[in-house]
């Protein structure tokens, strides 16, 4: 669902990062933004604790 | 005036080397008279570098004539995309923001082991900026195009390295890969090519874009050819944080062995999802009747659900790549192309957390995708949903609707290898084969066999363009 909450963490996300957009690119964008919040739900996913972030080489030492 | 024909591959250019049928001049000569006729139309090279292709060529020709061979690619031409340094030749990234001015002082390792084996040199290739921007990015040099129909997308982001091969310029072009960015134009452009086991192929002196999903690999006409260049690019690379402890592989010797009594994995369920088109959908078919015909055992694997792949992947990319250009992109945003740096930009929206889960998120998906390799020898995919779209077609916005197919085995760190496997509309479509982490001789094993049991790879682009 789109919100005002959403626009205002993307602006306020940009302006963190110091970087900015052509007006006419504004609406892209924050439909991109709207996009990559709907992908990373997916990292919400519980995962077992003990489980480490991958490293390299090959990702955890595994060879 | 009649366009030169193709360069013959790195084992037909071998061979003849071999016997003295041909020398390193001769071979270079052919390459820079086929490269001027077809460049004006295909945009494949930023940086020709004819001078030094000559003196390298000569210095071979007296090596070889001295009885010092280095060995098989002794005196064969290559070209490199333009994000790996060449001492002495600029590294652009095809962008402004590194610019013609960009000397590299020294080689990248590749570089220097192609250059040590014996090759040479052609110039550098066209790649999307920093190997993340699109085909119609207004840059300081155009982007490559598609050797069969040059309307039509070239695949990235190692555009020039797809279309110096596809088009008969070159017989091998080094390309780089972070979501598909060697398969993709191997895809598109009917020709092999091979991402590597991640800390197979060093990546040093290579412009990263991310460094956890970087890796570095040949694009080839053959799968022949592939393993002769991989028996030369698999070192270990103390310069390389990233490279594995692993002794170098032999990829040659067992390449004609076959494919009876393996077992091959056809991942239908992550076909499905991708919607391929009947044309792709009938390719793959084939593909699975021939390798059967061959021998091997073809049967149905599931590999983790797209959008775990995805999340992770692009997490990973997102944050990495901005946080290599964030400065750039603060002081001079307007150096970069409209795409790349919208892009690249949305590691903005990346937080510390999304970064931990996404890794964390990688190693179960490694480890789950290496319980598949229990049950099969190697997976079968489809790379792309179908031929080559229309540039006037390709998605160019930051968020791209569907993402590369290609993506999640970046993500593992799998060998993934794309070959030949039919056409469409007068476009090539492709297969691609999956290994087990440092199985690249098991995979173009199995490739060669379904290469040499097809016609796919002997076809060549029309040139009625040219």
Not at chain 1, 5 to 23: C, H, K, N, V, W
Not at chain 2, 231 to 238: A, E, G, K, M, T
Request: charged residues 20%; proline residues 7%; glycine residues 8%.
């Amino acid at each position: 669902m789109q919100n005002d909450t959403e626009e205002a963490d993307f602006q306020a996300l940009l302006r963190i990062a110091g970087i900015s957009f052509a007006p006419d690119r504004y609406p892209v964008m924050l439909d991109a933004y709207r996009n990559w919040l709907e992908l990373v739900k997916v990292l919400d996913e519980p995962m077992p604790m003990p489980v480490e972030p991958a490293a390299a080489p090959r990702f955890g030492g595994a060879k | 005036m009649a366009v030169p024909t193709h360069v013959p591959s790195l084992a037909e250019a071998s061979a003849a080397l071999a016997t003295g049928a041909t020398t390193p001049t001769a071979l270079t000569e052919q390459a820079l008279a086929r490269i001027a006729a077809l460049e004006p139309t295909l945009t494949a090279f930023i940086t020709l570098a004819a001078d030094r292709a000559r003196a390298a060529a000569a210095q071979a020709e007296a090596e070889l004539k001295a009885g010092q061979k280095r060995g098989p690619l002794h005196g064969i031409p290559y070209a490199l995309k333009d994000i790996y340094d060449a001492k002495g030749l600029p590294t652009t990234a095809h962008s402004r923001v590194l610019g013609i001015d960009n000397i590299a002082t020294e080689d990248a390792t590749t570089t220097r082991l192609l250059e040590e084996a014996g090759m040479v040199l052609l110039g550098k290739l066209a790649t999307h900026e920093f190997a993340r921007g699109g085909p119609t990015d207004k840059l300081a040099w155009p982007a490559a195009k598609n050797a069969w129909k040059p309307t039509h997308f070239a695949g990235g982001s190692s555009s020039g390295s797809g279309t110096a091969v596809a088009s008969g310029m070159v017989a091998m072009a080094m390309g780089s890969d972070t979501g598909g960015s060697i398969r993709l134009p191997a895809v598109f452009q009917g020709i092999v090519g091979l991402k590597p086991t991640y800390g197979r192929v060093s990546r040093h002196g290579v412009v990263p874009l991310s460094f956890g999903m970087d890796h570095t690999g040949p694009l080839t006409r053959t799968v022949e050819d592939c393993a002769m260049a991989m028996q030369v690019l698999s070192v270990h690379d103390p310069l390389d944080p990233g490279s594995a402890q692993v002794p170098t592989g032999d990829y040659l010797s067992a390449l004609k062995d076959g494919v009876k009594g393996l077992t091959i994995g056809h991942a239908k369920g992550f076909d499905e999802a991708a919607a391929m088109t009947p044309d792709q959908a009938a390719a793959m078919a084939e593909a699975i009747r021939v390798l059967r015909d061959l021998g091997a055992t073809v049967k149905e694997v599931t590999l983790p659900a797209m959008k775990r792949f995805e999340a992770a992947t692009w997490t990973i990319i997102h944050a990495e790549s901005f946080a290599i250009h964030q400065e750039h992109l603060r002081k001079t945003p307007e150096l970069y192309g409209r795409v790349t740096a919208e892009r690249i930009a949305l590691g903005a929206f990346v937080t510390g957390p999304h970064y931990v889960q996404a890794q964390r998120l990688r190693t179960l998906l490694t480890a789950e995708v290496d319980e598949v390799f229990k049950g099969c020898d190697a997976i079968l995919c489809a790379p792309a949903s179908g031929a080559a779209p229309a540039l006037v077609d390709v998605d160019e916005g930051p968020w791209r609707k569907q993402q590369p197919l290609t993506a999640p085995f970046n993500l593992t760190g799998h060998p993934a290898i794309c070959i030949p496997a039919g056409f469409s509309g007068g476009l090539p479509l492709s297969i691609q084969l999956v290994g087990r982490a440092f199985e690249e001789a098991l995979l173009l094993r199995i490739s060669h066999a379904f290469e040499q049991a097809t016609e796919w790879h002997t076809r060549r682009p029309p040139e009625s363009w040219a």
